[in-house]
């Protein structure tokens, strides 16, 4: 498998010198292969990496290097021992003056790198963090790029080991990755190889912090969640729209006078699973380019020494990426679950996506984590509330706390809830009223560290009610935007409804409890759920046709576009090699002598 | 891996045969081998239902044959079109009063057998589940037992095809089970392997309704859906010892002073995801053996023609079935995510743990279909409410349902939500209230059919409400027993709060909106479980290491009893295959040229 997963990525770069592809050209190709593999590191991370923090001398040397792949790089920063604590690691590069060279050593066990892809078979270099230690002082973790493989045979230079970490969840997945161990045993590497865009280690091996300011590393961090709420948006299409079209295929009880049965997707319990989650795809796509301008703009304002929004973009991307990958995992599940039986199937094409999506829920940040970091932005805002210090972005409507914390929804009949601003409201005011309350909380206790250790759990939820927040406002945005397409932008308008009343529902606890909709209000707005669903239904193959997905990218039988399932659901059985003889190997030394009970005189 | 498993399966057997094993002492036997094979079916599924089906007379010939592995048999009863629609199902079992014969047939592509467990491969028997066609008329689906396989070299009898369907989610998990797929072409079995307990043909081709009611089937339903609701229990008792006691030993963050770093289990984050699923597996292992009580109650019964409990029985084991499992699957899979990165490995267990549990939720019984089956049940029993019928088992509080519908929940302080009246009152309100109400709401539509698919999925949350009851009456009256061993009383008492507090703070809403409690109650509800949380955890391995799992059992590195996780984890690295070579299998074809830049002149 590994082997085959090489052939493809030699094809993918074949093809991508040949065509001569722009950056972004390439990057969508990688995208229709669809497969992992070590590349996907080296341009997901490592170049950014370089480019974030590599000084423009270095980016000199090593950037169209990399770009011609005339070396394959890893991002290893993760350690056995740590992995959420990226201040924690292990891994020591220490300084010496003498040589002009740092040191790079494995201590401990913990210490051995643990995790990064493409570094257990097929890097020849890698990113890699340690912590520097110069003149016996300890200066933290940062990056430096360290020749793993020789360029003459590919075998471990002295003093390294590298290998793969082994089997990963799922048959293929993150098994086409070689996610590598790495140890090093003091091997030398020339000072100029530390990433030093932030600080520096001269040659008298003085420690010199750069003018460059540490929120540099941010920008790197928008860039790449970003993509990864662009990704969340792009496996919870494949997943609805394989559940959606097998759910009109599918007909099951229902059948009046010998005609057919009635379709699945007709069931009310299968449109509330689904719907929902067809919507979010929509929602993700669009908090997707949101993002992307916010990285933009971002770019653009540290380019301009600007580093006013970078808090406030830092912790929206962080809770975002949170938010998108965690539904967007249930939602592949769930859609699996919706397919029943089949969807159980490799050929349904779901397992894999779960398997190989999952992880995103850990990587570049575990979830919970970043929701702590969103919470404790929340709890500084509102602690920050009538200082005068200026709102920026998500949490601008914190300017109108005053409001929110007293408002009453003006909803009285169901179809005010297709109102944005009541919607809008609702939502801002149960976001507000919860960082209030937990600000206020936190506030009594004996310090405030304590009391956000001990009310975390609840500040999480926060985190949540605010990006929730986020999503739907940014839906609501989109829609003030010109939408071409006769019939399309009322369309939107639906989900973007459904979208919100599906929050409320699910989260009607929390409306409730902070009394940002009244209980009349809250039993109102699931009467306009219901008739939201059946305005949406007749539309609900036209809606996941949309993303435009060929049958081979979706690579799934339940899913394809001419609805032909069963004529090609059972011929894909004969290809499981089991089938290749008629008796199972096997048969003659276990099976045959249970049933003729000859089992006490064989030896197994 | 298929042979493997046929290994195992023969050394298994020969064991039970050599030691001479009861049924039940065999059963734990195949509990430890704890992998999936075509025995399990034999034992789970075939065999009851010929205890449960067939007539006196057919228990002398094939319960022998079966009890000795004389034969292997598989219980066929799923179609590629139909699975959850039985009565659906299209293979055709005409009888043919010529040569006392059925004529088993596949007319239809959708009306091969697909999914079978055993049946692709080693099974020489099914029973297979067909509509009886006698003398022009169709009788409905029944279970008829059927040769597949040639007792002489086991190759497919004439007029049967018969195959594994392929791969299925995971690397391990179903694969090493052989679901297969079936098809008959006008195959002629003798009459009496029809199982004719509930109806018969006669030889003269009258089709003859026996006297013994149609019920009966109920009781092989609830006995087989008791095992999986104690198979669940199981599974979550399995991932949370897994998950808590890494939780123990990971560390990350908050060091002081250069000591150590934070236990994750002290995140408050951690143990709010972590302490209700420890304390679920808990609560369902309770309920499980409640409904061992109930199916021994039900025969009893049965036996004595008393079918009055039936119904509700049926209900309620459905019910329990859809819940522990549903809860049960995510639950696996939220523990691997609180192993964060680490769990996603193979060598953590949970993986093949996830992927091997998940079809509980689907077979026996789609999850959404036996939840429909519930409601509709309750919807009966308030629509005959007052009509004097007595109300038994778990409905019995619907008895109260005055009321219930009025009472106000007389909780003042956080303290007061430890009380087991408070709780089983708040929780019998609710499901009693959203009962009510969505009968009421029902009543007027149309009609009843109508209102009962329009409003699906609300009556699917009242299913689940009146379930999550049954779970907490069953724990509390658990702890009115006496409990052997000093102390433990006290901790399950704890657990029994956490368990019900944790529900009500889910699904604060419904307490909310049903008036069930006010917003001041939830709030208390909430603090009290802070408190709970906090009494709980320094117990919590103690709690795991109670379900007394041997590490070979856990099949986890990171769930081993001895906390030794990273000198465990590092040495599985090297078993991976990829690192018999150092360079790997395909660097000369694909690596270098793309390093050497050579990539234009190479085939690929
Ligand atoms: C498929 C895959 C690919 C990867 N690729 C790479 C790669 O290319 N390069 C690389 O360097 N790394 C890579 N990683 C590693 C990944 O970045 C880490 O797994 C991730 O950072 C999470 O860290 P951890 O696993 O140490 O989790 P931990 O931090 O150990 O988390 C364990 C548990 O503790 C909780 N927790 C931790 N800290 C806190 C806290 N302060 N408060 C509350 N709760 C807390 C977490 O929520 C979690 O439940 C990869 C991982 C995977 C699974
Ligand atoms: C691992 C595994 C092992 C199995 N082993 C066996 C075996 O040994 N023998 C055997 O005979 N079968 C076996 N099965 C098949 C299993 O019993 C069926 O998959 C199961 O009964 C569900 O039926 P289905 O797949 O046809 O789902 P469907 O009924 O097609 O369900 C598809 C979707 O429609 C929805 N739906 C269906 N009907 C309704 C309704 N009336 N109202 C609302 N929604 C509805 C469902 O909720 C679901 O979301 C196995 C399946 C698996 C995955
Ligand atoms: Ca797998």
Redesign the interface.
């Known amino acids: 498998m590994?082997?085959n997963t090489?052939?493809k990525?030699?094809?993918t770069?074949?093809r991508i010198?040949?065509l001569r592809l722009s950056e972004q050209e390439a990057s969508m190709l990688r995208f229709y292969v669809d497969e992992l593999a070590f590349t996907d590191l080296h341009w997901g991370m490592f170049i950014p990496a370089i480019k974030g923090q590599g000084m423009e001398q270095r980016q000199q040397k090593w950037l169209p290097l990399a770009y011609?792949?005339?070396?394959?790089r890893c991002y290893a920063q993760?350690e056995?021992?740590?992995?959420?604590?990226v201040q924690?690691l292990e891994t020591t590069a220490t300084f010496d003056p003498k040589s002009d060279e740092f040191i790079m050593n494995s201590p401990t066990?913990?210490s051995?790198k643990?995790?990064p892809g493409g570094l257990?078979?097929?890097s020849?270099h890698g990113v890699v963090y340690a912590r520097r230690l110069v003149d016996g002082k300890d200066h933290g973790v940062n990056g430096f790029i360290v020749q793993l493989q020789s360029?003459d045979?590919?075998?471990?230079l002295p003093g390294i080991t590298v290998?793969?970490?082994?089997?990963?969840?799922?048959?293929g997945a993150?098994?086409t990755m070689?996610n590598g161990?790495l140890r090093f045993d003091h091997v030398r590497i020339p000072r100029d190889q530390m990433l030093m865009r932030v600080s520096q280690v001269t040659r008298e091996g003085k420690y010199v912090q750069s003018d460059v300011p540490r929120q540099l590393f941010y920008g790197t961090m928008v860039y790449v969640r970003q993509t990864i709420v662009a990704n969340a948006s792009c496996a919870s299409s494949r997943a609805v729209c394989i559940a959606t079209r097998y759910s009109a295929v599918r007909r099951?009880?229902g059948?009046q006078d010998d005609g057919p049965?009635t379709q699945v997707i007709d069931?009310?319990?299968?449109?509330?699973?689904l719907f929902p989650l067809v919507v979010t795809a929509y929602a993700y796509r669009f908090v997707g380019e949101w993002l992307k301008w916010l990285y933009t703009d971002v770019t653009q304002r540290l380019q301009a020494n600007d580093f006013s929004t970078l808090p406030e973009a830092h912790a929206c991307t962080a809770g975002l990426k949170s938010l998108t990958t965690s539904t967007t995992a249930d939602a592949i599940?769930e859609c699996r679950?919706l397919c029943?039986?089949h969807?159980?199937?490799?050929?349904s094409g779901l397992?894999e996506l779960f398997?190989v999506y999952?992880?995103a829920?850990?990587?570049e940040g575990?979830?919970?984590v970043l929701?702590?970091q969103v919470a404790r932005f929340l709890m500084k805002t509102v602690s920050q509330l009538g200082s005068g210090k200026q709102l920026v972005g998500t949490t601008a409507c914190m300017g109108r706390v005053e409001h929110l914390l007293q408002c009453c929804s003006d909803v009285q009949q169901a179809e005010d809830w297709l109102k944005p601003t009541a919607i809008l409201e609702a939502f801002e005011a149960r976001a507000a009223r919860m960082s209030v309350a937990y600000a206020r909380n936190i506030s009594k206790m004996p310090s405030q560290e304590e009391g956000f250790?001990?009310?975390?759990?609840?500040v999480?939820e926060t985190a949540v009610a605010h990006c929730q927040l986020i999503v739907v406002s940014k839906f609501i945005e989109k829609l003030k935007q010109g939408i071409p397409g006769k019939g399309v932008k009322e369309q939107l308008q639906i989900l973007c409804n459904i979208y919100a009343l599906f929050l409320l529902?699910k989260?009607?606890?929390?409306?409730?409890?902070t009394?940002a909709i009244t209980?009349k209000q809250?039993?109102l707005a699931?009467d306009q759920l219901?008739v939201l669903y059946a305005q949406a239904c007749p539309n609900a193959i036209a809606l996941v046709d949309a993303f435009n997905y060929t049958d081979h990218y979706l690579g799934s039988v339940l899913g394809r576009y001419d609805g032909n399932v069963?004529?090609n659901?059972?011929p894909?059985?004969?290809?499981?090699p089991?089938?290749d003889t008629?008796?199972?190997?096997?048969?003659h030394?276990?099976?045959?002598?249970?049933?003729k009970?000859q089992?006490?005189t064989?030896r197994?």
Chains 1, 2 share one sequence.
Not at 68 to 72: A, C, H, S
Not at 507 to 513: N, R, V
Not at 572 to 576: I, L, N
Request: charged share 20%.
């Open positions: 590994y082997k090489l052939r990525a030699a094809h770069w074949k010198i040949k011609k792949m005339q070396l394959i993760t056995l021992g740590h992995g959420s604590n924690g066990l913990t051995s643990w995790w257990g078979k097929a020849t360029f045979d590919h075998s471990p290998a793969d970490i082994g089997m990963k969840f799922g048959n993150y098994n070689d161990v099951q009880f059948s049965e069931y009310k319990t299968q449109q509330n699973k599940e679950k029943s039986g969807g159980y199937l490799c050929s397992p398997v999952v992880p829920c850990t990587y575990d979830n919970v929701l702590l250790a001990e009310l975390f759990s609840d999480v529902h989260h009607q606890g929390e409306f409730l409890a009394g209980l809250a039993s699931s219901r069963y004529p659901l059972y894909k059985a004969w290809e499981e089991l089938n008629v008796v199972p190997d096997g048969y030394e276990y099976i045959r002598p249970m049933l009970q089992l006490r064989v197994l």
